[in-house]
């Protein structure tokens, strides 16, 4: 019965849902209304945050909408929150002149052709293949709706010379590609000495206490005992062993892993990072990254510091996904076993690590100067003014 309830109360929640968008698509745009989204309805953050954070330090006259599924989500004062899939996000929506996203529309939406839609995505760099490079593993809803998506985006930002090439490669996407870095990596270009203290606090650390993040990145529905299973006891002997001093482990599991099925061990110098606001301020923050195949990997390239990476199924993970770049080639040491990864730590050398990061920074190509969000911010402004001038209503 429930079931029975649900499906029609679906069917009916879309057909509301479409009605809105077509009265909605009669509607004026208003050129200084933004909206904005984080993974389609998360919270404050990641690359439209930072460009949201600009906007607002600017005074800008752009009035910021963002979509939230959360009500605990907390934002600035000055940007109002919309739930996703209701007649009011649809209103703002249609009357928006300016969108922004890290990630596919993957709700339903008609974009006017006046509207202006930035796409941030959500990473750079990666191991994994994605999009159009990995189509074997895509459903045909998802190739349709992600080609549909690229048609209508106007303006990509890309923080590499290899990012530009894979959007253009297999991401279905022709458009604009503005090459001035990622909002979220400018981050990385600040005081990193005051964002460390911040995340010390926040932990309860003393300022002498060094910091590795375990960061391994989301596997889908695998079930085993090889996922998310760092040696936490062992990693700690082996980062003392080599860099002395005293050490906390931060573990940060990816949001879409069920933390009941891989549970943080309750240890004195380990502890769950997931509740931290942000995810940059923990990269920028750590002094050592464990991670697997996530693309967090390559910030630590961009900051030139000290990352590992350890993943037992990188056998079954290239079979059904493929890889960008052989594991063994990256300039981060990589182990298939624990015991692989303790001898790695200890065997650390600081100065072939820097030389092979510098090789990867140029075949990479980066873009990041510190000023992506300005760019974007820049873009943003530039295109209110221009339509407020069409349109005769610009001061």
């Known amino acids: 019965m429930k079931k029975y309830v649900l499906a029609v109360y679906l069917f009916y929640h879309r057909l509301m849902i479409q009605f809105c968008w077509l009265i909605c698509s009669v509607l004026p745009i208003d050129p200084r209304k933004a909206v904005f989204s ?9 690359n439209p945050a930072f460009i949201a954070e600009e906007l607002l330090r600017r005074k800008s006259d752009c009035r910021i909408y963002w979509v939230s599924a959360n009500r605990g989500d907390r934002f600035p004062e000055a940007v109002r929150r919309v739930r996703p899939n209701t007649p009011r996000f649809v209103y703002h929506m249609s009357t928006a002149g300016v969108w922004v996203d890290n990630t596919r529309e993957l709700y339903k939406f008609r974009k ?4 202006f839609y930035i796409q941030t995505w959500h990473g750079g760099p990666g191991l994994k293949r994605v999009e159009g490079d990995c189509m074997e593993a895509l459903g045909r809803q998802y190739i349709s709706y992600a080609k549909k998506d690229s048609e ?6 890309s923080c590499c010379r290899w990012c530009t090439e894979l959007y253009r490669r297999s991401f279905w996407y022709q458009g604009e590609i503005l090459e001035r870095g990622i909002p979220k990596n400018d981050l990385y270009f600040t005081d990193r000495a ?3 203290e911040k995340v010390l606090a926040y932990f309860g650390c003393t300022s002498d206490t060094k910091l590795a993040l375990y960061a391994p990145t989301y596997r889908g529905d695998q079930d085993t005992d090889a996922l998310y299973r760092l040696d936490y006891e062992k990693v700690l002997r082996a980062l003392e062993d080599r860099f002395p001093g005293k050490w906390k482990i931060l573990v940060h599991l990816h949001p879409n892993v069920n933390p009941a099925a891989y549970p943080i061990p309750v240890l004195p110098d380990v502890a ?3 509740p931290y606001p942000y995810m940059q301020e923990l990269l ?4 050592v990254l464990f ?6 990997a390559f910030d630590f390239l961009l900051m030139e510091k000290p990352c590992f990476l350890y ?3 990188a056998e079954e993970m290239e079979r059904n996904k493929g890889f960008y770049f052989r594991p063994e080639e990256l300039p981060f040491p990589f182990a298939r076993t624990g015991q692989e990864l303790l001898g790695q730590i200890r065997s650390f050398s600081q100065e072939a690590y820097l030389e092979k990061c510098g090789v990867w920074l140029s075949r990479i190509g980066y873009f990041d100067t510190g000023h992506a969000s300005e760019a974007a911010a820049e873009r943003i402004e530039d295109r209110i003014q221009r339509k407020e001038k069409r349109s005769g209503t610009g001061t």
């Open 152 to 157: 209508a985006i106007d303006l990509f930002l």
């Open 112 to 115: 006017k052709r006046q509207q």
């Open 291 to 296: 991670s697997d195949y996530s693309g967090c």
């Open 38 to 46: 984080n993974f389609n309805g998360g919270g404050y953050g990641d």
């Open 194 to 196: 005051f964002i460390r």
């Open 311 to 313: 993943a037992e199924d």
């Open 272 to 274: 769950d990072a997931g």
């Open 284 to 287: 920028a923050g750590c002094d």
